[in-house]
């Protein structure tokens, strides 16, 4: 069975601060990672990674991905309150379904 | 472009009735469309995949009579929670894969479901 792991589960820091955020993975075939950030409706889409090492970033995140370790980071540095959200990482395992983490919780205090 | 709407965003309903929830890709056709339920301070649950032209496929533990999926187009899935019961109340949220990109999903709303 296909298992996606993020830690930690919930997260408080100070405005300015820098964050990573971390899920790890086990599937039988592995296509695609994805990052979403859930406020309070549905996910939304911050990064797809498919090839180890390369970095994907997009103003103040950034994402990478280990497929020798099974795992990737999702950074965010000077994180501001509407950051908050709730962190969610998914893999694709080559049949367009996705496995969901349980999410890490992100609170930002000003 | 991969806008991703769901029909109604909220619904109330008393127990033993039928809801009826939209999933419509706006501006790309999607052959598969996916069901997830999300309880609180919980992570999403894929309850089926929607195929268009056939019959859906259902996770282990869903219950393909209570969850009626019909996928009728390209554009339009549905999601029919047939006798809700207070234990279905939780947030339904569908997703489709663009053309360009299958592999990156992209959600609806989400239709928040409270059965009394």
């Known amino acids: 069975e296909d298992k996606v792991v993020q830690s930690p589960l919930s997260l408080v820091v100070h405005e300015g601060d820098t964050v990573t955020l971390n899920c790890s993975y086990e599937?039988?075939?592995?296509?695609?990672l994805l990052w979403y950030k859930q406020e309070k409706k549905a996910p939304t889409f911050l990064f797809m990674l498919?090839?180890?090492?390369i970095e994907k970033k997009s103003g103040r995140l950034s994402s990478i991905l280990d497929k020798k370790e099974l795992f990737s980071i999702l950074n965010i540095t000077a994180t501001q309150t509407g950051d908050s959200a709730i962190y969610l990482c998914?893999?694709?395992?080559?049949?367009?379904?996705?496995?969901f983490g349980t999410g890490t919780r992100l609170t930002i205090i000003p | 472009g991969a806008v991703v709407s769901q029909h109604p965003s909220w619904v109330i309903c008393k127990s033993g009735t039928s809801v009826k929830i939209e999933c419509r890709s706006l501006?790309?056709?999607?052959?598969?469309m996916f069901w997830y339920r999300q309880f609180p301070k919980q992570s999403l649950m894929l309850m089926a995949t929607?195929?268009?032209?056939?019959?859906?496929?259902?996770e282990q533990g869903v219950e393909k009579d209570k969850f009626l999926i019909n996928h009728a187009s390209l554009t339009l899935s549905t999601l029919t929670v047939t006798s809700a019961h207070p234990e279905d109340s939780s947030f339904y949220i569908c997703?489709?894969?663009?053309?360009?990109?299958?592999?990156?999903?992209?959600f609806g709303p989400g239709t928040r479901l409270l059965v009394l």
């Open positions: 498919t090839s180890s090492g």
């Open positions: 929607s195929n268009e032209g056939s019959k859906a496929t259902y």
């Open positions: 501006d790309f056709q999607a052959t598969t």
């Open positions: 998914a893999v694709n395992s080559g049949n367009e379904k996705l496995t």
């Open positions: 599937v039988t075939n592995f296509r695609s």
């Open positions: 997703s489709a894969g663009s053309w360009t990109s299958r592999e990156t999903q992209y």
